[in-house]
């Protein structure tokens, strides 16, 4: 009864995450609406696609390519939905100048070297084509052992401009530095996982979300300082 307490918790609005999840779906959906519109055929590649949540945001006229590449060998028989293929980032087994489309949600922070990886991105976009990622800055280890960097938007516009992208938009997940960190502190309470931590979480979450209706209005300097989450918009020059 507690896992599956916990399990619906974490996919309900009362869980903290579910903010940064939010604002995350929000921005993926209209960049890629953005990258799509007006263009009746292409190929999107989705990098780490996990269980291919993304592919519900591809136009149908679309192809969708998902592309993962698990840790563990044993991993590849535990996802609900496989990948079409199975590779390296940072070694994409695609021809240059042929993806129209780049999704790569909370991938890069695993990428033992990451600028190896936005210069495979480039290679395999056409001319102009589009590369909508997500990225951790304040964030719990996770993952672990394949958790290996943390981003500002100063170094993800120092590795996209040397990778030759243009950055279009990158924007913070758009909540305050004080409540970043309270929510930081909730997330990892929540992924403690003991049955006294649940009601604990649960009381700790009320004034949270008291306040995140007032702070969120304060558009603090801040808010680009602390962020969990970047979320970005490039084109391939």
């Known amino acids: 009864m507690y896992k599956l307490l916990k399990s619906i918790i974490h996919k309900i609005s009362f869980y903290p995450y579910y903010l940064i999840e939010q604002k995350s779906r929000e921005f993926i959906v209209s960049s890629v609406n953005s990258a799509c519109s007006g263009k009746n055929k292409g190929i999107a590649l989705d990098i780490g696609s996990g269980d291919r949540v993304n592919q519900q945001y591809i136009p149908s006229c679309w192809q969708y390519v998902a592309l993962d590449y698990p840790s563990d060998p044993s991993e590849r028989c535990k996802q609900t939905k496989s990948p079409d293929i199975w590779g390296d980032g940072c070694q994409l087994p695609i021809k240059s100048n042929k993806i129209s489309l780049v999704i790569s949600t909370c991938v890069i922070e695993h990428v033992r070297e990451p600028m190896q990886f936005f210069s495979e991105v480039h290679r395999v976009l056409v001319t102009s084509g589009v590369f909508i990622f997500s990225t951790n800055q304040t964030f719990r280890t996770h993952e672990a052992p394949f958790d290996y960097w943390r981003f500002t938007c100063y170094g993800l516009r120092e590795l996209l401009?040397?990778?030759?992208?243009?950055?279009?938009?990158?924007?913070?997940?758009?909540i305050s530095s004080f409540l970043t960190g309270w929510l930081v502190v909730l997330d990892d309470i929540f992924k403690i996982g003991s049955k006294g931590s649940l009601p604990l979480a649960l009381l700790l979450s009320i004034p949270f979300w008291i306040l995140y209706p007032l702070f969120n209005k304060i558009k603090e300097k801040?808010?680009?300082?602390?962020?969990?989450?970047?979320?970005?918009?490039?084109?391939?020059e």
């Open 161 to 174: 401009t040397k990778s030759g992208f243009e950055i279009i938009k990158i924007e913070p997940s758009n």
């Open 222 to 236: 801040q808010d680009m300082a602390n962020p969990i989450i970047w979320l970005v918009y490039a084109k391939k």
